[in-house]
């Protein structure tokens, strides 16, 4: 066998796949639609909040103490301060750590990029024995449209006080007409419950900033302790293992496709008879196999780039493990020599890409496998279910990354012994699909099945 042959292979392969306008419009398309979509939605999101809504919220209270709170609870400056207060909580929860969420918050400094201008609603106040048809009948009337009718509240006698012998607030009834949007009504429901609450603590002779102060507790980062002492972030953590089985697959899918499509082509077009008479069967299948594996190094290596450039800018970087990148690698080596020598085999045993198909489904299913099982691995990375996972090939190195990205990193000692079965199970596909691809190269007429593959494999 020579390595300057497997080189040459391996150089036309990269060549042809880096060079192919098809390629870079697919390694440009995910992160083109990405940053689309970063961008626009905010704009979709807000699309019917950039007009400011005004209208009127008509109230029926007859404790007498909600309806003044009510008003100071919806009015522009206060809805302003929650939804502040809103964004604040969700980006501390993605950043897990008070200096990421800084970060994050002055990235997105004006809230009402994302939930649009606050609205501007009057309060009328009902009298308690106002008729309940007929302030029905009103939220329906014409009227102006600047200033139309969104809501009615009638607030529950007891919402303030405990009635005798209770031990449960009351709480109050919302009226709206027809095509309220939600995001008024949320508004409403928001400010109903901060003007009620101020009124139960009024009536107590409290004072709600004190409550308020009193019962805050900050809420400080917690630090995963395993083999490598790392913060935690349960939005973070959450996502990350699927981000990482998702590159796993992503790459993995790149290459041994473009292999077997590839094979294929020119297993059609007779191109195939002409490479073999340079070049031995094994030879061209360890060249395709490493330039395409070079390809989907690169693709890889951008993608990843652009993650770590991502949570730089945020000042997250600390939360990722550096040595998750390493152990990525080694498991997308093992994954992809093993997937591919296989894509690659089916490639060489068939004549066109329909016959294929019925082939490679299988093979997809099985890759497939990890992603659909990244929730209970992920909530679960010490159960028996996902350590037995960790060390059945194919699907060993998957669901170990899934693992290590997790919360509870597994023992060094469960990763290298994936390491070593995932890359003996690679050699021995390898060397089977070898067979089955040599023999295969030249073979034409009926497609094969597995049964067929199987007897090659053992003739060769």
């Given amino acids: 066998m020579s390595f300057r042959k497997i080189g040459l292979v391996a150089a036309r392969e990269f060549m042809a796949a880096v060079t192919n306008k098809g390629f870079l419009i697919g390694l440009l398309i995910m992160p083109a639609m990405f940053a689309i979509l970063v961008a626009a939605m905010p704009?979709?999101?807000?699309?019917?909040?950039?007009?400011?809504?005004?209208?009127?919220?008509?109230?029926?209270?007859?404790?007498?103490?909600?309806a003044p709170?009510?008003?100071?609870?919806?009015?522009?400056?206060?809805?302003?301060a929650r939804r502040q207060r809103t964004l604040n909580r969700a980006l501390d929860a993605v950043a897990g750590n008070r200096d990421g969420g800084e970060a994050l918050r002055s990235g997105q400094p004006d809230p009402t990029r994302i939930t649009g201008l606050a609205p501007e609603l009057r309060l009328i106040e009902r009298p308690a024995g106002a008729d309940l048809?007929?302030?029905?009948?009103?939220?329906?009337?014409?009227?102006?449209?600047?200033?139309?009718?969104?809501?009615?509240?009638?607030?529950?006698?007891?919402?303030?006080?405990?009635?005798?012998g209770q031990k449960v607030y009351g709480s109050y009834d919302l009226f709206v007409p027809p095509n309220t949007g939600e995001r008024i009504e949320?508004?409403?429901?928001?400010?109903?419950?901060?003007?009620?609450?101020?009124?139960?603590?009024a009536a107590r002779q409290l004072n709600a900033a004190e409550v308020e102060a009193m019962t805050a507790v900050a809420q400080v980062p917690s630090m995963t302790v395993g083999a490598v002492e790392r913060?935690?972030?349960?939005?973070?953590?959450?996502?990350?293992?699927?981000v990482f089985v998702g590159l796993l697959v992503f790459g993995v899918m790149i290459?041994?496709?473009?292999?077997?499509?590839?094979?294929?082509?020119?297993?059609?077009?007779?191109?195939?008879?002409?490479?073999?008479?340079?070049?031995?069967?094994?030879?061209l299948m360890a060249g395709k196999v490493l330039g395409q594996m070079a390809v989907s190094l690169l693709v890889l290596a951008l993608y990843l780039g652009m993650g770590v450039l991502m949570l730089t800018s945020f000042a997250m970087i600390g939360l990722l493990d550096p040595w998750l990148i390493f152990y990525l690698v080694l498991f997308f080596l093992i994954t992809y020599f093993l997937f591919a020598s296989v894509f690659g085999a089916i490639g060489a045993a068939v004549n066109e890409m329909r016959e294929a198909q019925a082939l490679v489904t299988p093979v997809m299913l099985v890759l497939m496998v990890p992603w659909l099982m990244a929730a209970p691995v992920a909530r679960e990375p010490n159960s028996t279910f996902a350590i037995a996972l960790s060390f059945i090939p194919p699907v060993n190195t998957l669901a170990m990354m899934i693992r290590m990205a997790s919360t509870s990193p597994p023992p060094i000692w469960q990763v290298w012994a994936t390491l070593a079965i995932g890359l003996a199970a690679a050699c021995a596909t390898?060397?089977?699909?070898?067979?089955?691809?040599?023999?295969?190269?030249?073979?034409?007429g009926k497609p094969p099945n597995f049964a067929t593959l199987v007897r090659w494999a053992r003739q060769a």
């Fill in 43 to 66: 704009r979709l999101m807000t699309a019917s909040g950039r007009d400011r809504v005004r209208g009127e919220v008509a109230i029926i209270d007859p404790t007498g103490r909600v």
């Fill in 69 to 80: 709170a009510l008003r100071e609870a919806i009015s522009p400056s206060a809805i302003e």
């Fill in 133 to 164: 048809a007929a302030e029905k009948r009103w939220l329906t009337a014409p009227s102006a449209a600047d200033l139309r009718p969104l809501a009615l509240v009638v607030v529950k006698p007891d919402a303030v006080q405990l009635a005798p």
């Fill in 186 to 201: 949320n508004e409403v429901r928001d400010g109903l419950r901060e003007a009620i609450v101020t009124a139960r603590l």
């Fill in 231 to 242: 913060q935690t972030s349960i939005g973070f953590n959450r996502f990350l293992p699927f």
């Fill in 255 to 283: 290459g041994a496709q473009t292999l077997m499509t590839s094979t294929v082509e020119e297993k059609s077009s007779r191109v195939i008879e002409v490479l073999l008479s340079a070049v031995s069967p094994l030879e």
């Fill in 430 to 444: 390898t060397w089977v699909a070898a067979k089955i691809f040599r023999v295969g190269l030249l073979m034409f």
